[in-house]
């Protein structure tokens, strides 16, 4: 069979299509979530474990704006560290209406079978890599797949209705960019 190459600018303005597409599904309301709806210790641990794993996602995005060469990579990266911000925030603002620290103490969540953060050691080698993009993808589509597994355990035992929603919008946009990043780990591996 025989590939033929898309038109310059073509990857990128539909990547960009694509991520412009899902950003809505991550900026939440500006209201705490579920004003009086319930919230277990299942919510609690899952917003204050993506907190963490979302300012990781945006360290490792950044380093992908930054030192990509193409500008499909640039455009997702860009994209995923501004959706996760919005995140970072939404969350912080549900963790205070309930009353709940950002960070649960020490081993706190050990029973609940958290997954172990990105490896502070493989951030700092993407930093210096000499193959920034393969590298780059590779470690956020592990850290995306990490997010699409976290958002299932909310999905199955979460209280807050709007945060299990939010949790099940995280599972399908990071399901979506997995895929749309091994395309592009497919692309410059040719």
Not at 47 to 68: L, N, P, T, W, Y
Request: aromatic share 4%; hydrophobic share 45%.
């Amino acid at each position: 069979m025989r590939r033929v190459a898309a038109p310059p600018g073509f990857l990128t303005a539909a990547l960009l299509a694509a991520l412009l597409a899902a950003l809505p599904v991550g900026c939440g309301s500006a209201e705490p979530a579920g004003g009086g709806d319930p919230v277990n210790a299942q919510d609690v641990m899952f917003v204050q474990m993506m907190v963490q794993h979302h300012r990781q996602g945006i360290e490792i995005a950044k380093v992908g704006a930054d030192r990509g060469a193409t500008p499909e990579l640039k455009t997702l990266a860009s994209a995923v560290a501004a959706t996760q911000q919005n995140e970072v925030e939404m969350m912080l603002r549900w963790l205070h209406a309930w009353d709940q620290p950002v960070t649960a103490a020490t081993g706190a969540h050990d029973h609940h079978g958290g997954l172990p953060e990105t490896d502070r050691e493989r951030i700092a080698a993407l930093r210096r890599s000499k193959a920034v993009e393969r590298d780059f993808l590779n470690l956020l589509i592990a850290h995306q797949d990490d997010a699409v597994q976290m958002a299932g355990s909310e999905v199955a035992g979460g209280a807050n209705p709007e945060v299990t929603r939010w949790a099940a919008q995280v599972q399908a946009s990071r399901r979506a960019q997995i895929q749309q990043m091994l395309g592009l780990l497919e692309s410059i591996s040719r």
